[in-house]
């Protein structure tokens, strides 16, 4: 019989190292599967949304208000969430500057949700997803010239392709169609609002959405007795806005799971399928895109490498 010595038995800073790399990898997966699942919703709402036939854009956005409201609700009702969203709201109660950061922001954030819908229903769902191919690049650029961001040769590089492809689109089109600025545009305003004033929370985010269930219930309230054309559009509807509030949990989820720049790559799945929603609505790729799209997915890549080479760190909370 084989003695067991001491020195075979591994150390205990062993052991829980190799704990906490099954707990990682675990956690990693969870939250892989998690931002890959909010990104496949997100393109079946871009999807459904061509398909709303008796709907405006803004009653599509208001459901989905109240759905994402009621979602967040529930996340909010009890525990140390509930905590953190009534001291925050303190926090803003008493300062006249942050009640009109947020104000500002829920406009904003109203005008992304709608925006969203009123692509894919219009024929723009493309602009959709180039604006949000476009939006990870202007962030960058926003948090070099705002807040003094160290950009490695790696991110101006991804920059200088980005510029390519949008002096592409814009020589090819004409110019830059509305929503795609609105989306590489206001977006970047709303986060660096948020990060200037230090509300860039989850709890911040819950009450601009409250903020916007009032408007929101006037408005999905007025279509309730539906005209004919509408009818059939409940069930698909009533779909979209309940995807709506499940792809926000798992979006969640994910930004607490995973480490920013692997949350960051896996964020570029969206407009991808956004892109690929498109096609399926009959929208049309021309051999003149590529010239578009080529640099924007080359400026991406360039971004994931310089993301990957950063520390491993954690989102604090998710934009939306």
Known sequence: MRLVRVDDIPPRHLLESLIRRHHLAS?????VAASVLASVLFGAISLLGGHLDGFTSEETTAWRVLFIAAALGVLHATGTRRAAFVSVTRR??????????????????????????WG?????TQDIAFGYFLLP??????????FRDHLSVL????????????LAQALIAGGINWPVLIIAGLYPVYF???????????????????????????????????PAGAAASW?????MASLSAAAMILYILASRLLPLSLFGLLSYLEPVLVLGASLLLG??????????????????????????????????????
Do not use: C
């Not at 500002?104 to 819908?117: A, D, E, G, S, Y």
């Not at 690049?137 to 705002?146: N, T």
């Not at 069930?235 to 779909?239: E, K, V, W």
């Open 27 to 31: 956690t990693a997966s969870r939250g």
């Open 92 to 117: 803003i109660i008493r300062s006249p500057k942050l009640v009109v950061i947020v104000v500002v922001n829920t406009v904003i954030m109203w005008v992304q949700l709608w925006v969203f819908m």
């Open 120 to 124: 894919p229903a219009n024929g723009h």
């Open 137 to 146: 690049l202007v962030m960058v650029v926003v948090g070099r010239v705002f």
């Open 155 to 166: 991110q101006w590089a991804a920059v200088a392709a980005a510029a390519v492809g949008v």
């Open 192 to 226: 660096a609002l948020r990060r200037w004033a230090g509300i860039d929370s989850m709890q911040v985010f819950l009450i601009e959405i409250l903020l916007l269930v009032i408007p929101s219930a006037v408005i999905a309230g007025g279509h309730l007795v539906s």
């Open 235 to 239: 069930p698909s509807l009533l779909l």
């Open 283 to 320: 929208e049309i790729l021309t051999g003149a895109d590529a010239f578009v799209y080529a640099p924007i997915v080359a400026a991406l890549v360039l971004l994931g490498l310089s993301g990957r080479r950063r520390p491993r760190e954690h989102l604090e909370e998710p934009p939306l």
